[in-house]
């Protein structure tokens, strides 16, 4: 019996052996990753993403942010600085093994409440002519209202001519990132009536 060279056992294992091995593709595993963020208070530090990938590892990560429920196209690199909900995205790179990885968290970072003075009682009399009723109050925030009695809200300071007692109240709007503060009545609001000087006809005495 005669034998081709190519039908040798031999060449046809080594033939199929270099086939299979111009044939075989190992793809790579989904890579895992997890991301968490505490939320923070306006004006303290921002918190930092707690990352883990036990397949990716942690050290070739981009971070992103937006608002929650915005438009995956409005991710950016910079910290939220405004009071407001937020969602964080962290980016797993690609390894020798692994695919990229691709994690969310939301956080909020929560109204701070404004620093503030009060405004406070004038002791004040009687003159005839309209007087300021209490100290003008100072707010880092937001913006102070005042009332007088049952009147208006509004950022003047009450003025009042005649003697008696007054109710003022002030309250506090804040801003974007400020709390607001409820109505509070200023104490002892009052002008007090005007001195009468008696003066003696000739001969009295008092």
């Not at 918190?47 to 036990?54: D, F, V």
């Not at 438009?71 to 600085?81: A, G, I, L």
């Not at 208006?152 to 400020?178: C, L, M, N, Q, R």
């Amino acid at each position: 019996m005669n034998y081709k060279w190519e039908d040798h056992p031999k060449w046809v294992a080594e033939k199929n052996l270099i086939l299979l091995e111009n044939e075989v593709t190992v793809k790579k595993a989904q890579g895992v990753g997890s991301v968490a963020m505490q939320g923070w208070i306006y004006g303290e530090l921002p918190q930092t993403p707690q990352l883990i990938s036990e397949t990716n590892g942690i050290d070739n990560v981009t971070i992103l942010y937006k608002v929650k429920d915005a438009d995956d196209s409005t991710y950016t690199n910079e910290v939220p600085e405004t009071s407001g909900a937020y969602t964080v995205k962290a980016i797993f790179a690609t390894t020798e093994h692994y695919t990229k990885a691709v994690a969310t968290a939301d956080f909020t970072i929560a109204k701070a409440t404004p620093t503030y003075t009060a405004p406070g009682a004038i002791s004040l009399r009687y003159n005839g002519a309209a007087q300021a009723l209490v100290t003008a109050g100072t707010v880092d925030g937001g913006t102070i209202y005042y009332k007088l009695n049952d009147g208006e809200w509004t950022t003047g300071i009450p003025t009042a001519t005649d003697a008696g007692v007054y109710k003022v109240s002030f309250k506090i709007a804040g801003d974007a990132s400020h709390t607001d503060i409820a109505e509070t009545v200023v104490d002892d609001v009052a002008i007090v009536p005007a001195s009468i000087t008696v003066h003696p006809k000739a001969g009295q005495t008092m």
